[in-house]
């Protein structure tokens, strides 16, 4: 079954700390692969999305993603976080292909807590 | 509004009554998403329709749960019979593609959270 693992569940930072979640996946295919942040009270937001090309991503906010294909892994970074980056935050996978095209897997999710 | 409208945001109901959670949509959005969000988890797949059709139904965990979109726009996803495992933020997501970028643009609503006591 695919999986997707998130490595820490609480992750405490200072402002101007940089900032890196792991997200790991066990489907070997084509994947398309995201991020999604919850700021608290909010819904869901897409920070930001892989589907082919450069494996670094770039999303909103300042965030960027590594695609490492031979590790199945998508961390998430930020060189420098801020206060209001304080949320919980989704890797999430998608096959590219196949009839659970329309299906995301969510990772359990890491809350960050950013202390001014 | 502009985003996915999900209502009600809040449902309490008692061990063994039907409920019925509605979603709507962004206006043209063709695909439509139902996921289940328990305590600590990451939101779990229940559904996805392509227009009026449910293109995946393989996440529902049982025939209590069944869900609609006979216009193709507003969905309700409907549990018989509930249980208190039932209890979860019930989200719904559409976006615009199709194809190999399904989900480029997932729209989640706020949620229904559902309470069985």
């Known amino acids: 079954a695919q999986s997707v693992s998130q490595h820490n569940h609480h992750v405490i930072l200072s402002e101007a700390a940089s900032l890196e979640l792991g997200c790991n996946y066990s489907?070997?295919?084509?994947?398309?692969l995201f991020w999604y942040v919850q700021y608290p009270g909010q819904h869901l937001q897409l920070l930001l999305k892989?589907?082919?090309?450069?494996?670094l991503v770039k999303g909103i906010k300042g965030f960027e993603a590594e695609f490492i294909k031979s590790k199945f892994s998508f961390n998430l970074r930020k060189p420098s976080v801020q206060w209001s980056d304080t949320a919980e935050y989704f890797c999430?996978?998608?096959?590219?292909?196949?009839?659970?095209?329309?299906?995301?897997?969510f990772g359990r999710g890491t809350q960050l807590t950013v202390w001014p | 509004g502009a985003g996915v409208s999900q209502t009600p945001s809040n449902k309490v109901t008692e061990k063994g009554k039907y409920v019925e959670l509605r979603c709507d949509p962004i206006?043209?959005?063709?695909?439509l998403y139902w996921y289940r969000q328990s305590l600590g988890q990451g939101p779990e797949f229940l559904i996805y329709?392509?227009?009026?059709?449910?293109?995946?139904d393989s996440g529902l965990p049982n025939d209590r749960f069944f869900a609609v979109r006979p216009e193709g726009s507003v969905s309700t996803l409907k549990i018989q019979r509930t249980e208190r495992g039932d209890s979860a933020v019930y989200l719904c997501?559409?976006?615009?593609?199709?194809?190999?970028?399904?989900?480029?643009?997932?729209?989640f609503g706020q949620g229904t959270r559902l309470t069985v006591v």
């Open positions: 329709f392509q227009g009026t059709g449910a293109a995946d």
């Open positions: 206006s043209g959005h063709t695909a």
């Open positions: 999430a996978v998608n096959r590219g292909r196949g009839s659970t095209l329309g299906r995301l897997y």
């Open positions: 892989y589907f082919s090309g450069d494996p």
């Open positions: 489907y070997g295919g084509t994947v398309n």
């Open positions: 997501a559409s976006s615009p593609g199709t194809g190999r970028r399904l989900n480029t643009e997932a729209f």
